[in-house]
């Protein structure tokens, strides 16, 4: 507003009456859709009053009153004074007045009738913006601050901001939701969260443009440390055809987080689905790997551009020596000698000489330390327990084994870095029951019954002799009768009849 009104003093008279309307237009087409736009509405207004373009302030009050606004009921009522105040027949449209006249009285005031027959037409609208007026009022009563800040949000307000767009999304008036969402991104600009929710709307709506915009603004200016919105713009614009966008989505990633390796990824993987010429995607790869932050980085890299040409290429040779390359820098990189190793294992068929040659080469490697040599040659025995076909190789790597260790190996390992001799190595042996308490040697030892061995020594055996120890009357050896009788069992016993075996 404070533009208009530098702009009215340089632009005067007829010639700028075009330039302040394009001017109130813009800022309409802005925020003209704001819960609380009425000042701007009232100035356009005021504008046109001012110029003597009544018919024009009619236009702009039939715009303004099927918008929800704050002053909504302000808007009504200077809606129907400009009525009272013009003649309608200057003010509504010569298709309006011929569809308004068979309703006129006869007999009744031609201007006294069509103010009537305006107004009550335009009452529904009124009522209509009344009802959505109300449905967002609690909604724009919990917006605190509706401005950008550095400070976070309370959860309340960010709150307020999801369910007021899932409102707006429910009521299915694409205009509406998307100003609101750009309201919402003044003040949450920080927030990944809103535009994901945005960028999934427009999506849905398959509204090419408004995404592309958006994937520029959030990740050109507010969220460039987002790793994932960048990723997301570059699938986007891959999906849509438009491989250039896809490599300038990501080359502006790599501006804000250059040794973000997976961005690296992305760009070429772009490349080499574009089909493009296989020295842009060297080029990529080398670049890469130079502008690499760490020495682990450039290593990654290197493996990565290795296992282009082993796979993708079919070029083992070109492999390896990418993977010699990185080796001259770092002799003893752990990661680099393993890939060495895998591009012989990936062969078909496999190469078990090749294999072993490399084996051989990593093992005798200047630099390595202890653990790495101890490390190279296990893998080195379980290869050879797998595929070798000469035993006295695998004899001769144990001794090596040996030699460094001064141990055997352990054993193939295990699915989760364990081998299985220290796994069993964990469980303690049971040591022999060699000195048994005092109190089960108090007694001799009792004669087994059964001929049978109890597995433990004699004495264990024996139970304690309680007193006055008396024959079995059951006839149970090496019982006491207190063991097996109850109080007065023997005249139980001397009342069952004798056992006579029947003949079948």
């Not at 709150?159 to 707006?168: R, T, V």
Request: with cysteine.
């Amino acid at each position: 507003m404070y533009y208009v009104e530098c702009a009215k003093d340089r632009h005067k008279g007829v010639a700028g009456e075009g330039r302040i309307r394009e001017l109130f237009e813009r800022a309409i087409a802005a925020v003209g859709l704001d819960f609380k736009s009425d000042d701007l509405w009232d100035a356009y207004i005021a504008y046109e009053k001012s110029i003597g373009q009544m018919k024009n302030v009619f236009g702009i009050y039939e715009r303004l009153l099927r918008i929800p606004t704050l002053h909504y009921k302000k808007h009504f009522e200077g809606f129907q004074q400009l009525l009272l105040a013009s003649p309608v027949q200057d003010l509504i449209t010569p298709e309006e007045l011929e569809i308004l006249k068979p309703h006129i009285p006869e007999g009744e005031d031609v201007e006294t009738a069509l103010r009537q027959l305006v107004t009550e037409s335009r009452r529904s609208l009124f009522t209509a913006t009344e009802s959505e007026a109300a449905k967002r009022w609690t909604f724009e009563e919990n917006i605190k601050r509706p401005y950008f800040h550095v400070k976070p949000l309370e959860n309340n307000q960010l709150k307020n901001w999801h369910e007021y767009l899932d409102f707006e999304i429910a009521e299915k008036q694409s205009s509406r939701i998307i100003f609101l969402f750009e309201r919402c991104l003044v003040a949450c600009a920080l927030y990944e969260e809103f535009w994901r929710k945005y960028l999934d709307y427009l999506k849905s709506q398959s509204m090419t443009e408004y995404i592309r915009y958006a994937y520029q603004r959030v990740c050109s200016y507010h969220l460039t440390n987002k790793t994932g919105l960048h990723l997301d713009w570059a699938a986007f614009e891959e999906e849509t055809g438009d491989m250039a966008g896809a490599i300038q989505a990501l080359q502006n990633a790599l501006k804000h987080q250059p040794n973000k390796a997976i961005l690296s990824l992305r760009q070429i993987g772009v490349l080499r689905r574009l089909q493009t010429d296989p020295a842009q995607i060297e080029n990529a790869f080398d670049s890469a790997v130079q502008t690499a932050s760490e020495a682990s980085l450039g290593e990654f890299f290197l493996i990565k551009q290795a296992r282009y040409h082993l796979k993708v290429k079919n070029n083992k040779g070109k492999a390896m020596e990418v993977l010699r390359t990185g080796l001259k820098r770092d002799p003893a990189s752990s990661a680099l000698l393993y890939a060495l190793i895998d591009c012989e294992l990936q062969q078909l068929p496999l190469d078990v000489t090749a294999v072993l040659r490399i084996f051989d080469e990593v093992t005798v490697t200047e630099g390595l330390s202890h653990d790495q040599k101890v490390d190279f040659l296990e893998r080195k025995i379980l290869f050879l327990e797998d595929f070798g076909s000469d035993v006295r190789e695998l004899r001769a790597a144990h001794h090596q084994y040996y030699e460094l260790t001064g141990q055997a190996p352990r054993g193939r390992k295990r699915a989760f870095g364990e081998d299985e001799d220290e796994a069993m190595d964990q469980v303690p042996a049971k040591k022999p029951f060699e000195n048994p308490p005092p109190s089960l040697l108090s007694t001799p030892p009792m004669a087994n019954p059964y001929g049978v061995p109890m597995g433990v020594p004699p004495a264990v055996n024996a139970w304690p002799a309680p007193p006055q120890m008396m024959a079995s009357p059951v006839g149970f050896p090496g019982y006491p009768p207190q063991a097996m009788a109850w109080p007065a069992a023997a005249s139980y016993g001397q009342t069952w009849p004798p056992y006579q075996a029947t003949s079948t």
